[in-house]
């Protein structure tokens, strides 16, 4: 360290021709009274305000200078009153007044005029009424892309079960306890969750979602309390909300609760008995007010006999519960939605004309990846279909059962037989899922290592 950086030795007071700049800084009115309100110190910004200079104000009662003062008040409850308005001079102006204690005893008072030039004031409270104003008209237009796009109606199927789950959800808007949807990947859960919060009276306030399976289990904590700055290395300097924060006067959708590891379970059953989050790195109880809609595709009866979900959660998460179908399960809407995806997907302005056959094929299939990877294969099809037609060779080879048979058959080395079924595996995972990560996820392998072998297949 340079000498001239060095810490000095001096005494720790306040040089005093700091303190006198401070004193009689040009921006500020100061006025310092003592405990019987009389006048110490007047700053020189006050020249023209009062009926008397700041010189011949000093040593004058407060009330002798300034009649409406409430300086004295100040001494008296030792109460701090910051950004009051107040006639000085014919003018409008903005002042604090703050007690000056010492030992616990208070010594005097100081007044400041904040803004010597109301106008200022006037423009900051014109900015934020402007800033406010646009807040509501993106929060109107939130809700009402909340209400078309993720409305039950935009919810398709005719299938008994999507029906009685659609109205259940109806049921659910109108309350604010928790729902539990239950349901194989890809058959709408998100959607439902959407729906639910969008009808609900929380519906103009953040859904906050989190994937409970995403997220490694040390960082979890974090990610749904928050954490106060400096709760760890690697930590943000002003700390961060948590989840549940962010969902205050909203919903909290955790996706994927059935992959929650226990220790977490313990913590999420505490926020929803007490309603407050505590941020990692803090001790200062936070209240929140939210409404919790959970999802899952694992059979949580079964990981509670398992011991890896918790009885004491489940029964809190599980107050209504929605069974969402799967798509093989639901014959007669496959179809249908295909109709609905290629309408919406399609980039001609007329709908796709659809040719026999494809009908056939679409309903045969099992569909594991459900509505998703319906949509998926709707979107390929009309990427690779001419003259705005779809035809059975559009789709792709939906006979997933079939797909090592299908190689075995072929006379070609084991080498090239693998390779071969591992191409088709990955093509197949790719469409069943929302998305790379999770095709990597769902094979069991590294996201890196699912690029790597794309490459290699020269899948794009
Ligand atoms: N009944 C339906 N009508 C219209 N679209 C649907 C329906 N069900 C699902 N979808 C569409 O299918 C896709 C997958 O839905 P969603 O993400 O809600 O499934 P999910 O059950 O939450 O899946 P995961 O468990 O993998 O997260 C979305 O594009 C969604 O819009």
């Known amino acids: 360290m340079s000498q001239s950086r060095k810490k000095s030795a001096a005494p720790r007071k306040i040089p ?9 800084n040009p921006y500020e009115g100061l006025i310092l009274v003592d405990a019987q309100g009389i006048i110490r ?57 703050f007690p000056l204690s ?5 010594i005097g008072a100081a007044g400041k005029l904040l803004f010597m030039d109301p106008g200022k004031m006037k423009e900051l409270y014109e900015r934020i009424t402007h800033l406010e104003r646009r807040l509501e008209k993106y929060e109107d237009e939130l809700a009402q892309i909340y209400r078309t796009n993720y409305s039950l109606d935009s919810i398709l199927g005719d299938s008994p079960d999507i029906i009685q789950a659609k109205r259940l959800a ?4 109108g309350a604010d306890s928790p729902v539990l949807i239950m349901g194989e990947s890809g058959t709408g859960k998100e959607l439902f969750a959407h729906a639910i919060h969008g009808l609900s009276q929380r519906g103009s306030g953040a859904l906050v979602k989190v994937n409970c399976a995403a997220i490694p289990g040390e960082l979890l904590e974090a990610e749904l309390f928050g954490y106060e700055e400096g709760a760890f290395t690697g930590a943000r300097k002003k700390g961060k909300a948590g989840k549940f924060e962010l969902a205050h006067g909203g ?9 929650m590891p226990l220790p977490m379970q313990i913590k999420i059953l505490r926020v929803l008995q007490e309603r407050e989050v505590e941020r990692v790195g803090s001790n200062r109880p936070k209240k929140v007010d939210f409404r919790l809609i959970c999802a899952t ?19 809190r998460i599980n107050v209504m519960t929605l069974k969402l179908p799967p798509l093989r399960d639901c014959r007669d809407d496959i179809f249908p939605l295909f109709q609905h995806f290629s309408r919406i997907l399609g980039r001609e302005k007329t709908p796709p004309k659809i040719l026999p056959g ?75 899922a929302s998305s790379r990560a999770e095709a990597a996820r769902n094979l069991g392998i590294h ?5 790597q072998k794309m490459k290699k297949h020269g899948i794009e």
């Not at 409430?70 to 000085?88: C, F, N, P, Q, V």
């Not at 010492?102 to 208070?106: L, T």
């Not at 919903?251 to 992959?259: A, K, M």
């Open 41 to 97: 110190h007047m700053s020189s910004a006050n020249e023209g305000i009062y009926p008397f200079t700041p010189q011949e104000s000093v040593g004058r009662h407060i009330h002798d200078v300034s009649p409406k003062s409430r300086m004295d008040r100040t001494i008296r409850t030792g109460k701090a009153e910051i950004g009051r308005s107040m006639i000085l001079d014919d003018k409008t102006r903005v002042v604090a007044r």
């Open 358 to 432: 494809v009908k056939e094929i679409l309903e045969k299939y099992s569909w594991p990846g459900n509505v998703r990877e319906l949509r998926n294969v709707t979107e390929r099809a009309l990427i690779v279909c001419r003259d705005n037609t779809v035809s059975p060779a559009d789709l792709p080879d939906l006979s997933q059962q079939e797909v090592l048979p299908q190689v075995i058959e072929e006379k070609a080395s084991l080498k090239a037989l693998m390779d071969q079924a591992e191409k088709k595996i990955i093509e197949q995972a790719l469409v069943q």
């Open 102 to 106: 010492k030992d616990g005893k208070v």
């Open 16 to 24: 005093q021709d700091l303190l006198d700049a401070l004193l009689n």
């Open 297 to 315: 595709n694992r059979d949580l009866p079964k990981l509670m006999r398992q011991g890896l979900f918790r009885q004491d959660l489940y029964y």
């Open 170 to 173: 109806e049921q659910a808007a």
């Open 251 to 259: 919903t909290i959708f955790l996706d994927e609760i059935g992959d």
């Open 447 to 451: 996201r890196t290592g699912l690029y």
